[in-house]
């Protein structure tokens, strides 16, 4: 007699019955676009409106998904409404650069992410996380949602440069929380493509967050390159020295490194930690799934001391970590725009179009997943895993523009969750209520509180 428990099914917005009203859709979408869904959006394979922005097609047949982001990647770009919130932002950075610019920054990017490269970080992370891990007090109540903002900046700052990022680190996680909290939310009058000129509030309040950020990247290369101009063979191949040895007439301009470094810094680190605070809570509150992942990571710590093992060595750990990513993705929406009118399949895709293919809603889509609002692991298990779609599951993205960090993201969540699970147990305790919110990432609204007992 099977008496496993009813699968964990965690917090998430109902989806709509009733289409919101104009002005209930702005406040919706400025407060929580997770919110905005309705029933359709999880049963059926397109939708296709005219919106108050424009027309409006939301794309979840895995077909439409692949023939969008690659068989017919080139007549697609980057969608206007996206480009309003990120570009002030990130600028040129490698998510919101375009045609010549993304290419000369992701060539520039490429050598650091190989998997040789990728290898050569574990033992920074794992040194970085067992460092992070060392100052829990056994028996305390944490934010676990922060402390995962501290541990991936850490292991960001370790590998990708040398530990040599500029400022504070306490300051950083409450300042990318105020910067996500302004200027990662869409504004009203982006989503209504009001002209730029028109002032929003959002980035005026998120102006100090922002000039933060920016004097960190500043000072992070001006104390880099004098580095370099003291001993240019004593300074580390990392990714900021790479990306200043891409500067010059036929590379990269001074402003493109500075965009990536905020773009990694920013946002390269900020999906991980959310993955990693959304995993530690499925797993805290299913606990008959939690069990055999530690009994996964004890095994494998007592027998495989390099790291570089532990992701294929992990499948249970690694399914967890992936069906938390499919819960709650932390990009959970692809925007594009068609260059040039097209149908697929039936489909009419207007001029200036919003194609959104939302993550949020394809990973809960009813006819693509079975109890798809539950957390059940065993969907990411071997032999599992392979009968999916390579469409229906987009937690990097997919096509030219997938995450190029996204084998560095896999290592590096084993890893820490490796070391987390092995030493610690978390528990949710009474005021462990996370409600996701849509910030440019999935964030737990309320934070992750939770117990820390040593194992």
């Avoid at 606990?287 to 249970?316: F, H, I, N, S």
């Avoid at 194609?355 to 032999?383: I, Q, S, T, Y």
Wanted: charged residues 25%.
């Amino acid at each position: 007699m099977d008496t496993k428990p009813a699968p964990f099914v965690p917090p998430a917005p109902k989806p709509r019955t009733v289409p919101p009203s104009t002005l209930e859709m702005m406040r919706i979408v400025y407060r929580n676009p997770l919110e905005l869904w309705g029933e359709p959006s999880y049963n059926e394979p397109w939708i296709s409106v005219t919106g108050v922005g424009g027309p409006l097609v939301v794309a979840n047949d895995p077909a439409l998904i692949r023939h969008v982001l690659v068989d017919n990647a080139k007549n697609y770009k980057m969608a206007t409404v996206r480009q309003k919130i990120l570009r002030p932002i990130l600028r040129d950075g490698l998510l919101t650069a375009e045609g010549d610019v993304w290419k000369r920054s992701r060539k520039a990017m490429a050598p650091v992410f190989t998997p040789r490269h990728i290898f050569g970080f574990a033992a920074p992370m794992l040194k970085r996380t067992n460092e992070f891990v060392d100052r829990y007090v056994d028996g305390t109540v944490t934010d676990v949602a922060h402390d995962m903002t501290m541990l991936t900046y850490e292991i960001l700052a370790e590998t990708l440069f040398s530990n040599e990022i500029a400022g504070e680190p306490g300051s950083f996680a409450s300042q990318i929380d105020r910067l996500f909290e302004t200027m990662g939310r869409v504004d009203p009058l982006d989503l209504l493509r009001a002209p730029d000129w028109l002032p929003r509030l959002t980035r005026i309040r998120g102006r100090k967050s922002l000039a933060y950020f920016r004097n960190i990247v500043s000072n992070t290369v001006l104390m880099r390159e004098e580095r370099l101009e003291r001993d240019p063979n004593g300074v580390s191949q990392d990714f900021l020295t790479l990306l200043l040895k891409a500067e010059g007439p036929d590379g990269l301009t001074r402003a493109e490194v500075e965009d990536n470094i905020i773009t990694f810094i920013g946002a390269g680190h900020e999906t991980t930690a959310r993955a990693l605070g959304w995993t530690l809570y499925c797993l805290a509150e299913a606990p008959w799934e939690r069990e055999p992942v530690e009994a996964e990571v004890d095994a494998v710590l007592a027998r495989e001391p390099d790291p570089t093992k532990w992701l294929d060595a992990m499948p249970l750990t690694r399914a967890a970590f992936e069906e938390a990513l499919r819960l709650y993705p932390p990009a959970p929406s692809i925007n594009r725009e068609p260059i040039e009118p097209e149908t697929f399949n039936g489909l009419y895709i207007p001029p200036r179009a919003a194609v959104l293919v939302m993550p949020w809603v394809v990973h809960r889509h009813r006819k693509l997943w079975d109890r798809p609002d539950a957390f059940l692991p065993e969907r990411f298990h071997p032999g599992n895993r392979e009968k999916m779609d390579r469409f229906q599951y987009l937690p990097f993205g997919a096509g030219p523009r997938v995450c190029i960090g996204a084998s560095f993201a896999m290592q590096e969540a084993i890893i820490a969750l490796a070391i987390l699970l092995s030493r610690y147990r978390f528990d949710t305790v009474a005021e462990t209520k996370p409600w996701p919110v849509q910030k440019l990432t999935t964030q737990p609204e309320g934070g992750l509180p939770m117990r820390v007992t040593k194992r």
